[in-house]
């Protein structure tokens, strides 16, 4: 059986009501999700021990203690101030070291006034909060100068205190009674202090793996799986010679990728040309080449898997010359193709830079009967462009 906390329904809108209210204090439009959970959790601390610091000052007050109860009232409305001015400012270092210096200051005051550490019923366990509130609200390299101050004062307080003051007024009862409501109140409030900071760090950790697998997922979206390995390891130039003749595909080996390549070609061709029956593509000029070429990752913040090289400008050239609807190869293709394939004979072509080529129309692949499959059984999704 696991027990936990629910609120009455009477209730829970009030708590998310108030927690709203809160968290729009001091927020500003364009703050990270990390700074708004932090403003919101200081000023809903401050918020909290106000109160507080209003009881411990009207009980000084009935029993006599004028200067200590002026200690936790100036705490108030210093503490109040720093939230009024923090709704202006919406100044997150402002708020974080005003709030957590009076924290840690107060309490050392009113040992100080009281006598001690015992006659003022461990007080100073209040000051205790500033180092465990920077644990969730300010930088982890500050955080040994809070507790080192803390330490500091705890160390001096005594002493000071026993110096200033032989005793106080306070009843013996009471004093024991402030000790227990010290302790369990801070120890409370220190319990909500880590349980606030673990779960906002489990949050960042369950962010940050959402949006790395995010990014993981787009990366794969734009580039092939191994490009973006390597690219996640850390390797940043990224551009490799890949002989693809007979042997080696882009940028994973593929021994029949020259096939692979004739029966997309086929089912492209025959996808435009079925939906150019329905008005709604044009045909198609594709054009193959095979040859070694450069295959690499362009760009950091948007990058590209690209090739490069002379196979690569020819197969371009295959394309610009050919014929809608058809499929124009080099004789590098064909001498892969001619056994499995039907193609035929176009004759030379005046190809730029590289002067006349004999090139060859890419008709259908053979079928285990000899006849001939001119492609696709079914359409290619998605559109076709002329």
Request: hydrophobic share 50%.
């Amino acid at each position: 059986m696991r027990a936990s906390l629910r609120l009455s329904p009477s209730v829970a809108p009030l708590v998310r009501s108030f927690v709203a209210i809160l968290a729009r204090i001091g927020a500003a439009p364009d703050d990270p999700e990390a700074v708004r959970v932090q403003k919101a959790f200081l000023v809903a601390t401050a918020i909290l021990i106000l109160p507080a610091g209003v009881v411990w000052g009207v009980i000084y007050i009935a029993l006599g203690e004028l200067v200590a109860a002026a200690i936790p009232l100036s705490y108030v409305v210093v503490s109040a101030a720093s939230i009024v001015v923090f709704a202006r400012t919406r100044s997150l270092a402002f708020l974080r070291t005003t709030q957590l210096g009076i924290i840690l200051v107060s309490p050392f005051l009113l040992m100080v006034s009281l006598g001690g550490f015992v006659p003022s019923s461990a007080v100073i366990l209040w000051s205790l909060l500033a180092p465990m509130g920077a644990i969730v609200v300010d930088d982890r390299r500050r955080l040994p100068d809070w507790i080192a101050a803390y330490i500091v004062l705890v160390a001096v307080g005594g002493p000071l205190g026993a110096s200033v003051r032989s005793g106080n007024d306070l009843p013996g009862w009471l004093v024991q009674t402030l000790f227990a409501l010290n302790v369990g109140t801070v120890s409370f409030i220190a319990f909500v202090l880590l349980a606030t900071f673990a779960r906002q760090r489990e949050q960042a950790i369950g962010l940050a793996r959402s949006e790395q697998e995010r990014a993981d997922g787009l990366l794969l979206d734009i580039l092939p799986r191994s490009i973006a390995e390597a690219l996640k390891g850390g390797r940043r130039r990224i551009a490799d010679r890949l002989d693809l003749l007979e042997s080696v595909g882009v940028p994973e080996p593929d021994p029949d990728h020259a096939r692979s390549v004739a029966r997309m070609a086929l089912a492209m061709r025959d996808s435009a040309e079925a939906r150019e029956l329905l008005g709604t593509a044009g045909r198609l000029r594709i054009g193959i080449n095979t040859g070694p070429v450069v295959a690499g990752v362009i760009g950091r913040k948007r990058p590209i898997y690209d090739l490069w090289g002379d196979a690569v400008n020819v197969a371009s050239r295959m394309e610009s010359q050919g014929e809608p609807g058809r499929i124009q190869v080099t004789r590098a293709t064909y001498e892969l193709l001619r056994d499995g394939f039907l193609l035929e004979p176009r004759g030379t072509v005046n190809v730029k830079g590289r002067g006349e080529m004999e090139t060859w129309y890419l008709l259908g692949e053979r079928t285990a009967g000899g006849a001939v499959s001119s492609g696709a059984a079914h359409p290619l999704p998605g559109e076709v462009g002329a």
